[in-house]
């Protein structure tokens, strides 16, 4: 299993430090999906205990990154054709209602603009870190979010940045071809523009485009299902397929 050794730096406890060990080896693709999940080899692998690792799948089960199949079968979140379409239609509707709730739209163009800024920097620079990048680009939509000031709503939204955190990240790596340009010209500067000028119908259109945007890149560029075969999600690039799972 690729994972690697613990650190306890920035975690207040051992269940915090597993949790974000599994969900960076899940969005690196280190851990693929369909991949068999026990608390007995969590425990043997990482060192700790058994109620240290039920913690942190429970964790990750909520977060949509580990799928619970049976009472004793965990496994590593596979998203079909059909789950993506819906995580990105489930993403437009979360900001567009958060926009309808946020006091002053104009208001949260700083934190935004700070955010894209720092996306932009990371684009560039080698060697490239793809988690932080794609951290970066769901704290930017989070920030959407957060801003409407309504927990149910940022609770719905927390179930899934990790799926769109896992999306982006196979996207970046396997379809962008991992060139600092095209990185770069990732970003959400359309977005901050339209915040500035208040106009929420305006900002709500624009959402639902980069949305909607989005989840067509995925379905075309990325996944693309294979009829009963394990191997389910397939990454194109270039002219060469490549089998993730």
Known sequence: MA??????????????????ELRRAIIENRLKAKTQITENEL??????????????????????????????????????????????????CLETSAVGLIPDPAAICGILQKNNDESIALSLREPFDGYAFVCLDSDF??????????????????????????????????????????????????????????????IKMTLLDHSDLMKQIMLEKLVKPLEEQEASIYLINDDRVKASV
């Open 43 to 92: 425990s043997s692998t990482l060192g700790v205990s058994r109620t240290v690792v039920r913690e942190a799948m429970i964790t990750l089960i909520n977060d949509g990154l580990l799928q619970k199949v049976s009472s004793h079968n965990t496994r590593v979140a596979y998203y079909s054709e059909t789950d993506i379409r819906e995580i990105y239609e489930m993403r437009g």
């Open 3 to 20: 994972l690697s050794s613990l650190s306890s730096q920035g975690f207040s406890s051992l269940s915090q430090q597993v949790t974000a």
């Open 141 to 202: 939509h989070t920030e959407i979010v957060k801003a409407a000031g309504n927990s149910l709503l940022l609770d719905a939204w927390n179930r899934i940045v990790g799926p769109l955190q896992v999306l982006l990240h196979r996207y970046i790596y396997y379809v962008v071809n991992n060139s600092p340009e095209k990185r770069a010209s990732y970003d959400h500067q359309r977005i901050i523009n339209v915040f500035s000028t208040g106009d929420r119908e305006l």
